[in-house]
């Protein structure tokens, strides 16, 4: 955690600078970058609320997004990440949507080996990325995929 919280702060002070706000839905990171946004006092200013979207459930209950919205979409892919993110935007009238789905290992997934994660954003822009860390260690890529989303943010909040 101690790595995401310089991040976090530079996102922050971002978001409370253009008075703008967040909302979250993660999956393999489990909620570290959520964590991350929440720790850096006066958080309420900017975050609007966060998903672990781990599940097919979570994906119904919490986003509200049936198997039918996702009919052709993999769930390791870009597109899934951009469709989680915009969801996630518009479910809270946040500015800006983060999310994140992938394979944290040690073991891959049908869509997706270990270290594999896609991370978008929706709002003022939109972007996705893929990231590959070529490693199995859990903690190691949930931290790297925590990172990569807060770096994504922190880019195009700084335009």
Sequence with gaps: MQTLLPLAEQVAILLKQRRETISIAE????????AALLSVPGASAYFLGGAVVYTRKAREVLMNLPREAVAGIRSGS???ALLLARTASQRLSANWG???TGAAGPTGTPYGDAGHSCIAIAGMAEEAIT????NA????NMRAFASAALE???RHLSR
């Design 131 to 134: 990231i590959e860390t070529g």
């Design 78 to 80: 870009e597109s899934y």
């Design 27 to 34: 999956s393999s990171t489990g909620g570290l970058v959520s």
């Design 152 to 154: 994504l943010l922190q």
């Design 137 to 140: 260690d859990r903690l190691e």
């Design 98 to 100: 983060l999310a994140e």
